[in-house]
């Protein structure tokens, strides 16, 4: 089984609260795709998304438990949401992907290319294997979805995607040549899809994190996570959570007359 669960869950609580004094769910009706998201940003956005009204399509490839536990959490919250296992580097498994949005939920509204690695090496060590997999998960992968996506969206007549770089497409970082050139490809990839697709009513942003408390920062040296402290104006890591809001913002009809822009979330790293 390619889709691991296809439940829908409906009750009325978290999920299906009245419009009061202009409280309404945001993402009501909306279906959305988000690639990586068995865990930190991408199970926030997942998260928030769901909490705000829109029938969800989970994704991840290897970290299948974890893709669970979030289905789960979202289910008992009161969303709908179903799980899809593919790698998004497949062309294959990408347009499988986005298939499972029109299967489950009759439509794609928005797309969410989150699904991210990282293979750090200084330059003179990294392996030709450590780029390729960096570029064909990052970026490749964010172009295969965002290919498979638009066509539908066009016959639609509208659609979102928005894409998830980071501050070290911004600034670089010192043993993450392949990383960086991944995340600058997003951007440019933002910014050259968002002017194709306009004229389909179909808004293309990215947002560039900072550091923010996800596994991947958990594992910096903790020496290194002082010196990344301190260049940070507001003197913290941020929370997948401040990243999630932020997409719902490019998601939501109040994000109507912006496209190809970058949303930096990065507590003043880069002023």
């Keep these: 089984m390619h889709i691991i669960d296809s439940v829908l869950f409906s009750k009325e609580n978290l999920c299906t609260r009245l419009c009061v004094a202009g409280d309404c769910l945001r993402l009501q009706n909306k279906s959305v795709v988000v690639t990586g998201s068995s865990r930190g940003i991408g199970s926030a956005i997942a998260s928030v998304f769901a909490a705000e009204g829109a029938s969800v399509v989970l994704n991840c490839h290897q970290d299948v438990e974890e893709g ?3 289905l789960n959490r979202i289910l008992r919250e009161g969303g709908k949401a179903v799980l899809c296992v593919a790698d998004i580097r497949n062309p294959d498994d990408a347009s499988r992907l986005i298939n499972t949005a029109v299967e489950s939920f009759g439509r794609i509204d928005v797309l969410v290319n989150n699904a991210g690695i990282v293979r750090d090496s200084l330059l003179d060590k990294m ?3 450590q780029w390729h997999e960096v570029l064909e998960t990052n970026l490749t992968g964010a172009f295969l979805c965002s290919k498979a996506a638009s066509g539908l969206m066009k ?20 043993g993450q ?25 179909i808004l293309v942003n990215a947002i560039a994190p900072g550091f923010c408390k996800t596994r991947m920062v958990q594992s910096i040296p903790n020496n290194v996570k002082e010196k990344i402290l301190a260049k ?8 997948p959570n401040e990243i999630a809001y932020a997409a719902l913002f490019l998601a ?3 994000c109507s007359y ?5 949303l930096s ?3 003043g790293l880069r002023l």
């Excluded at 016959?155 to 600034?171: D, E, F, K, P």
């Excluded at 600058?184 to 306009?198: D, P, Q, R, Y």
């Excluded at 912006?258 to 970058?262: F, N, R």
């Design 252 to 254: 939501s009809d109040e």
């Design 127 to 129: 392996t030709i294997e």
């Design 68 to 70: 669970r536990e979030t």
């Design 265 to 267: 979330v990065n507590g």
């Design 177 to 201: 040549a392949n990383y960086a050139a991944s995340k600058g490809g997003v951007l440019s990839l933002t910014k050259a899809l968002s002017i194709e697709l306009a004229r389909y009513g």
């Design 258 to 262: 912006i496209t190809g822009q970058t």
């Design 155 to 174: 016959a639609q007549g509208h659609g979102r995607i928005i894409n998830i770089s980071s501050v070290v497409a911004l600034t670089g970082n010192v």
């Design 232 to 239: 940070i104006p507001l003197g913290r890591f941020g929370e």
